[in-house]
Structure formats: structure tokens, C-alpha cells
């Protein structure tokens, strides 16, 4: 058995529109998407199994789905909160999008679910749905506050990242994909691994997405996180995991060490780098290490509007028209070379909100 084949992206493909995440994910993946994407497109893969063992908000997941890149799909996560919003989309969506219609996102109701414990998949899939939207920049820890905080003095307020009708429908749409999604595993990634592994896969047909929890400030983010002795072992995992796989971590000094020995036969560690609002500070912000034989040679994929333009202006071979920018919010936009942006969207296609 071989895996199936895509041609490469030719630069006059139409350019696939983005389907987000109905949660928003404290160092979710969304802008990492088309990336992955561009990497199975180089190397002519379509895999017939997709694994994220760290899913959060299932960004690049749903992307690849919606590409239809991959064929099947299988996600894990520690949290069950987490784990069963996922199970709860593919499994029983019309339940959970009726009671978001129903709910208020009012300072009591944030109080009611930081506190109740759900006795059902679908309790934990509506704590986790009302959280990540109510909590400040969707953090599920016991770290983040509300909104606009307990006094609700902020321009900002709780319920100013509830569109009820918008959630609802990435919902739907993600939701339609659920034929095509194996399993959500509610549990470790060892585990997870170790069950894929069983199921019999050829090398070519797996890959695996990892993004696991930060290197630094993982507890301020997630009810889960490493300690140094996994993200040693997820180290150590990679040469045995038997399928082509890209891992993105922060670019912490520690994790961008323990990678660049290039042991296990990674063949790529690259740093991705953003700017500075103001366009002016480059650092690295992504670690990617995976052992496909080809990665997308921009590894530049964040960048500001301003050094963009600054960019262009330099190298006028290099023209502005060349560029694609995607507005990914009232501040920043992304620029990618044209190359990597036939992977993109049009910005009209986008909605962050
Ligand atoms: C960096 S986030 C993933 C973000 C995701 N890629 C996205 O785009 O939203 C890491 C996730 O790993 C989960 N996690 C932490 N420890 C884990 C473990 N031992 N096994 C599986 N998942 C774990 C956290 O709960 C968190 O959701």
C-alpha cells in the first residue's frame, strides 16, 4: 500500500478559503496551517491518516479537512474539556449548538461554569465552548480571569467574543467533516501513539501534527503542560513514531538546543520568525522540526505589514504585487510570498472575531 498523491500547488490554483476554530486557542495554529498544508503539497502527500496528539483548538486539523488533504483524522488532548468539545462536534453538534443558542455570557454564568464539573461529554464540550469564549484570551487555566475583568470596566466586556451565530456555524461546517475523523482520544499522547501505531498504517500513509505545550509559560495557559522529563520523551518519541511528521514548538533556548543535535533522523529544525508590531524587531517565534525530505522555504511566515512593505521597497524585484496580505485582524496583517499564498485566502474570506 502506498499513499495517495496530490500534484504540487501550481501558482494559478484557486486558493482554498479558511475554516476556523470555534475556539480560540491560547498558541492555536490557525496562521500555521497553510503552512503544513504547503509541506504536504511538496512532498505529494495526502495522508489517509492525519494524527494531532495535542489538539486544543484543532486549527490545522480542520484546515487540512476542509483542503481535503488528508483522509481520516484522529485528535488527542489531556483536557476533557477540550477532548469533549471535540467529541461533542462530531458526534452530537445539533445537541451542542442548541444549548449555546440558549446560553448568556454574563459575568454569574462564567462564575457557574468556572466551578461546576460536567457529568457528560456534552456538559464538558459546553463548559469548554463558554470558557475559551468568555475567558480572557481563551484560556481555559485557572490563571485567566473573565472578559473584561470581575468588574466588567473594560471597553472589552465578556460577552464581546460570543457571536452565538458565527460559533454556531463553524460548528455545522466542522461538524460535516465527521465521517472523516477516526477518533478523538481523551488522554496522554504516549497513549494516543501507541494506539496508532497499532492500527497498521504504512510509513507514507501516517502523519502527525504535534504541537505540544509551551516550553515556557505552558502552566499559565493550559489545566495541562509538560514537564521537562516529556518534553525530553516527545524528543526521543519522534525517530520511533514510524510516519512523516511536522512537530512546532516555542523557540525556546532549551527545546531550539535539544533539537539542533538533529538526532532521530529529523532532517529539518527551522526557526519561523516574526515581527514586532512596529515591524522593526525580528524574533524567532516557531521551532519546526520535522523529516519530510521538503519544507516550504519561507520560514519567514509572520511578518507585519510595515516590514513587509519596507521589504518590498528594498527589493523592487521582489514587487509589493508579488506579496499576498491576508488581514488577520485590525493590526497586522500576513504576508506570504506568492508561492505559499496560493495556499491562502482572500481577506474578505476571513473572520477572526
Ligand atoms: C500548544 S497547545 C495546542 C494548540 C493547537 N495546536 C491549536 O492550534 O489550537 C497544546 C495542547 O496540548 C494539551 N496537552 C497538554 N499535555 C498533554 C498530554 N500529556 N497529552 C496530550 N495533550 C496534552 C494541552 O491541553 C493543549 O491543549
Not at 269 to 285: C, D, N, P, Q, W
Request: aromatic share 10%; glycine share 6%.
Amino acid at each position: 500500500m502506498s499513499s495517495s498523491r496530490v500534484p504540487s500547488a501550481g501558482r494559478r490554483q484557486r486558493r482554498p478559503d479558511v475554516l476556523l476554530s470555534p475556539l480560540r486557542y491560547p498558541g492555536g495554529k490557525r496562521r500555521l496551517a497553510p503552512y503544513v498544508a504547503e509541506a504536504l503539497r511538496l512532498n505529494g502527500l495526502r495522508p489517509r491518516l492525519y494524527v494531532e496528539p495535542f489538539a486544543g483548538g484543532a486549527s490545522v486539523a480542520i484546515q487540512l479537512l476542509h483542503e481535503n488533504l488528508v483522509e481520516q483524522v484522529v485528535l488527542g488532548e489531556k483536557d476533557p474539556m477540550v477532548a469533549g468539545f471535540w467529541k461533542a462536534v462530531f458526534t452530537d453538534h445539533e445537541q451542542l449548538i442548541a444549548r449555546l443558542q440558549k446560553l448568556k455570557p454574563t459575568l454569574e454564568n462564567w462564575e457557574y461554569y468556572r466551578s461546576m464539573r460536567p457529568r457528560t461529554v456534552l456538559g464538558w464540550a459546553v463548559k469548554c465552548l463558554f470558557l475559551n469564549r468568555t475567558s480572557f484570551s481563551g484560556i481555559l487555566s485557572p490563571t485567566a480571569g473573565p472578559i473584561g475583568g470581575r468588574s466588567q470596566a473594560s471597553e472589552h466586556r465578556i460577552d464581546c467574543r460570543f457571536p452565538v451565530e458565527r460559533l454556531a456555524n463553524r460548528i455545522r461546517q466542522i461538524a460535516a467533516f465527521a465521517d472523516r475523523v477516526l477518533l478523538v482520544h481523551e488522554g496522554d499522547w504516549r497513549d494516543l501513539i501507541e494506539h496508532v501505531q497499532k492500527l497498521g498504517y504504512e510509513r507514507d500513509q501516517v502523519f502527525y501534527y504535534l504541537d505540544p505545550p509551551f516550553y515556557e509559560k505552558a502552566d499559565r495557559l493550559y489545566r495541562y503542560y509538560f514537564h521537562e522529563r516529556d518534553h525530553q520523551e516527545l524528543h526521543d518519541t519522534l525517530g520511533k513514531l514510524g510516519g512523516n511528521y511536522i512537530l512546532s514548538y516555542d523557540a525556546a533556548e532549551p527545546i531550539v538546543r535539544r533539537y539542533s543535535a538533529h538526532a532521530n533522523g529529523t532532517r529539518h529544525v527551522e526557526l519561523l520568525y516574526s515581527a514586532t508590531r512596529r515591524g522593526e524587531l525580528i524574533k524567532a517565534r516557531e521551532l519546526i522540526v520535522s523529516n519530510l525530505p521538503r519544507l516550504p522555504e519561507h520560514t519567514r511566515l509572520w511578518r507585519s505589514k510595515r516590514e513587509a512593505v519596507s521589504h518590498a521597497l528594498r527589493a523592487p524585484d521582489e514587487s509589493v504585487a508579488a506579496m499576498e496580505a491576508v488581514a488577520l485582524d485590525g493590526r497586522e496583517a500576513l504576508f506570504l510570498p506568492a508561492a505559499l499564498a496560493d495556499a491562502q485566502v482572500s481577506p474578505a474570506s476571513l473572520d477572526v472575531r
